[in-house]
């Protein structure tokens, strides 16, 4: 039977035979005009073009922008192409080593600090009683509150000698420091603001991995003879490690990109002792107006942060098939 004759199906009804003639696909496309073909993925791709036209104007685009900047410069008002030069410059720039480092510091003192309290806040408040959500609803106050608004509050907290701080010290019989003038304190004090405004971002997160551990694993544990510290060792915490993979790359995302903070407390000062790398990119940038070395700077930021995160990830994704093979 050929692929335009139609198809003859016989249908028996009681004593009689009755034949229908229906047509075939080719035949149906021919009268409605529609394509004799489809595309696969087709209806996929008309779905997602808004997304796609969006990241790529708003994300891949400014991207692309950024290396080619980084591999030119202004010259005479012109741009002229220097290759690897602006990361020449950069690496030999006293000011971006300074920066590199504080950004480290800064990463390990306020990451691990604020993990382990969001962590310890939602062990401390998983059950759901109307205390419990009351503290969650004060822990979380900060999250709401600007960054440019928390700065500014804290701006008072730090004052030397009239400031909160140093009032309650005072009271205590200890002697305060120049919280934000002196360069080996103040970005503590820089780390401690970005403490208190993020653990209660982070304990959300927590708090829904706890809402994910079977209550049969704690039950099992408790009838193996185990105490609160084992459990939280052999059960709460191999559960967790999901998830605190994924709140530390939040939390690297939030170090890198967080800069209002010091824009409104020490503007890198003193002596470039919290100047962090977005800042000094905003200093190439805006100040110097050093777009190819802010580019470069921009470039080496990016690569940091993807391979700190994609490091985080891969190992979550081994402990997660380790533990599906066991």
């Given at each position: 039977?050929?692929?335009?004759?139609?198809?003859?199906?016989?249908?028996?009804?009681?004593?009689?035979?009755?034949?229908?003639?229906?047509?075939?696909?080719?035949?149906?496309?021919?009268?409605?005009?529609l394509?004799a073909?489809?595309?696969?993925?087709?209806?996929?791709?008309?779905?997602?073009?808004?997304?796609?036209?969006?990241?790529?104007?708003?994300?891949?685009?400014?991207?692309?922008?950024?290396?080619?900047?980084?591999?030119?410069?202004?010259?005479?008002?012109?741009?002229?192409f220097?290759?690897?030069?602006?990361?020449?410059?950069?690496?030999?720039?006293?000011?971006?080593?300074?920066?590199?480092?504080?950004?480290?510091?800064?990463?390990?003192?306020?990451?691990?600090?604020?993990?382990?309290?969001?962590?310890?806040?939602?062990?401390?408040?998983?059950?759901?009683?109307?205390?419990?959500?009351?503290?969650?609803?004060?822990?979380?106050?900060?999250?709401?509150?600007?960054?440019?608004?928390?700065?500014?509050?804290?701006?008072?907290?730090?004052?030397?000698q009239?400031?909160l701080?140093?009032?309650?010290?005072?009271?205590?019989?200890?002697?305060?420091?120049?919280?934000?003038?002196?360069?080996?304190?103040?970005?503590?004090?820089?780390?401690?603001?970005?403490?208190?405004?993020?653990?209660?971002?982070?304990?959300?997160?927590?708090?829904?991995?706890?809402?994910?551990?079977?209550?049969?694993?704690?039950?099992?544990?408790?009838?193996?003879?185990?105490?609160?510290?084992?459990?939280?060792?052999?059960?709460?915490?191999?559960?967790?490690?999901?998830?605190?993979?994924?709140?530390?790359?939040?939390?690297?995302?939030?170090v890198?990109?967080?800069?209002?903070?010091?824009?409104?407390?020490?503007?890198?000062?003193?002596?470039?002792?919290?100047?962090?790398?977005?800042?000094?990119?905003?200093?190439?940038?805006?100040?110097?107006?050093?777009?190819?070395?802010?580019?470069?700077?921009?470039?080496?930021?990016?690569?940091?942060?993807?391979?700190?995160?994609?490091?985080?990830?891969?190992?979550?994704?081994?402990?997660?098939?380790?533990?599906?093979?066991?």
């Amino acid at each position: 039977m050929s692929r335009a004759s139609p198809i003859r199906l016989r249908v028996a009804s009681g004593a009689r035979k009755v034949e229908l003639a229906l047509p075939n696909e080719m035949a149906v496309r021919r009268r409605l005009a529609l394509p004799a073909w489809r595309p696969k993925g087709l209806l996929g791709l008309a779905l997602l073009a808004p997304s796609l036209v969006f990241l790529g104007l708003f994300t891949y685009w400014p991207v692309l922008q950024v290396l080619w900047q980084s591999l030119h410069a202004e010259a005479r008002r012109q741009t002229v192409f220097v290759g690897l030069g602006n990361y020449r410059a950069l690496f030999a720039d006293p000011a971006f080593a300074a920066a590199l480092v504080n950004n480290l510091v800064y990463a390990l003192g306020t990451v691990v600090p604020s993990l382990v309290l969001a962590l310890g806040f939602a062990l401390a408040l998983s059950s759901s009683t109307r205390l419990n959500a009351a503290l969650r609803a004060i822990l979380f106050l900060p999250v709401l509150i600007p960054l440019v608004a928390a700065s500014s509050l804290f701006l008072f907290i730090f004052l030397p000698q009239v400031g909160l701080l140093d009032h309650y010290l005072a009271k205590l019989g200890v002697q305060g420091a120049n919280w934000l003038g002196d360069p080996d304190v103040a970005l503590w004090s820089l780390m401690g603001l970005t403490i208190w405004k993020n653990a209660g971002y982070y304990m959300l997160f927590f708090l829904a991995g706890l809402q994910g551990i079977p209550e049969e694993s704690y039950e099992a544990a408790r009838l193996d003879g185990a105490n609160s510290w084992q459990r939280l060792r052999y059960v709460t915490l191999p559960y967790l490690r999901p998830t605190l993979s994924f709140v530390a790359v939040i939390a690297l995302l939030n170090v890198v990109t967080q800069v209002d903070h010091i824009f409104i407390l020490t503007k890198g000062g003193p002596s470039d002792s919290t100047n962090l790398l977005l800042f000094y990119v905003y200093q190439q940038a805006v100040e110097r107006y050093d777009l190819g070395k802010a580019a470069a700077a921009t470039v080496v930021s990016l690569a940091l942060l993807l391979a700190l995160s994609a490091t985080s990830l891969r190992r979550m994704e081994r402990r997660t098939d380790a533990e599906e093979a066991r």
